[in-house]
């Protein structure tokens, strides 16, 4: 049984914490189109102003929203963003069998439908909205922008899993056995692969806050998921010249779990007017958690300059 009182941050609750923090939170569960039920969160500015612009965060695989993905929604809102993001199918508190992810253009659909009826809140009207997403949540950024090109003014695409980097990725023939048995067992956890966690986070003591997160998946990789993530992300990979949307996309040079080599083509092929690609030197993959604490300043602020350029007024 999940206890639901456990936070990263320690054993004050919520309430207190964002009180802390300066800022409101709340949660609830969105039912989307096709009747799943997916567990989202906001996180806001407790100023009375109006809040300067929209982020709409995507978690990466595995992970979820209450633990420390969190993190960078409340730095943000403490700047005067509004923040919302969604448990993916099969994540967090979200319905659906553990990390299975039969379809990630049905997971695009829900994300979409959450994320507008945030903006059909009166008082969000006429803000500018952002996408945030995080590994795999980078690539399903990218297919959400590709779904609603118009939908959006911008991405901060963090490490995106626009490929799933040889390094990780397991070896021929393996792909094309998993492919052909997941034909008819989806939901079969056999995939070889390593956690990780342990490649992704570069300061030992966060990789046990890391790891202590109840919501957090342990299994291997479930056939379907794989077979589903290796065919987005080889379509991605065909499709950067279509990217058109202003972004801003940060990565890792010692990442090994995302390729930063695929960012850097994502920068070079996007038909993008704006883009901007920022490559930290000896970084992991967890650029917002588990790098020490002074690397996470550097492309918080890089983040939150990218974000101030494109909206009305600064901090």
């Not at 390729?259 to 650029?287: F, N």
């Amino acid at each position: 049984m999940v206890e639901q009182d456990v936070h990263y941050w320690g054993n004050i609750s919520e309430e207190e914490y964002y009180k802390q923090q300066g800022i409101k939170g709340s949660k609830s569960l969105y039912t989307s189109p096709r009747g799943l039920s997916l567990f989202t969160r906001s996180w806001l500015p407790l100023s009375d102003n109006p809040p300067r612009g929209i982020i709409f965060g995507i978690h990466g695989y595995g992970n979820d929203i209450s633990w420390t993905f969190q993190s960078t929604s409340i730095f943000l809102a403490q700047k005067g963003f509004a923040c919302f993001a969604l448990d993916i199918e099969g994540h967090g508190r979200s319905q659906g069998l553990r990390c299975y992810v039969p379809s990630v253009d049905l997971v695009v659909q829900d994300c979409i439908s959450f994320f507008n009826s945030i903006k059909r809140d009166p008082s969000f009207d006429g803000l500018p909205c952002f996408l945030h997403g995080e590994s795999m949540g980078g690539a399903i950024a990218l297919l959400v922008h590709f779904a609603d090109p118009k939908g959006f003014h911008g991405a901060v695409l963090v490490a995106p899993m626009c490929k799933i980097s040889d390094k990780v990725k397991p070896r021929w023939p393996i792909p094309q056995a998993l492919t052909f048995i997941s034909n008819f067992l989806p939901t079969l956890a056999i995939v070889p692969t390593e956690d990780l966690l342990h490649k992704s986070i570069k300061v030992e003591e966060k990789k046990i806050v890391g790891n202590s997160n109840p919501f957090r998946y342990r299994g291997k990789p479930r056939l379907g998921t794989v077979v589903e993530l290796l065919r987005v992300t080889e379509l991605l990979s065909q499709k950067l010249c279509d990217v058109s949307i202003p972004f801003l996309v940060v990565h890792g040079s010692a990442d090994v779990v995302t390729d930063p080599e695929v960012s850097r083509a994502l920068y070079k092929e996007a038909s993008s007017q704006d883009k901007t690609l920022k490559i930290y030197e000896g970084m992991w993959h967890s650029l917002l958690f588990g790098e020490p604490d002074d690397n996470i300043e550097i492309v918080r602020r890089d983040i939150l300059n990218w974000l101030n350029d494109r909206c009305n007024t600064k901090i």
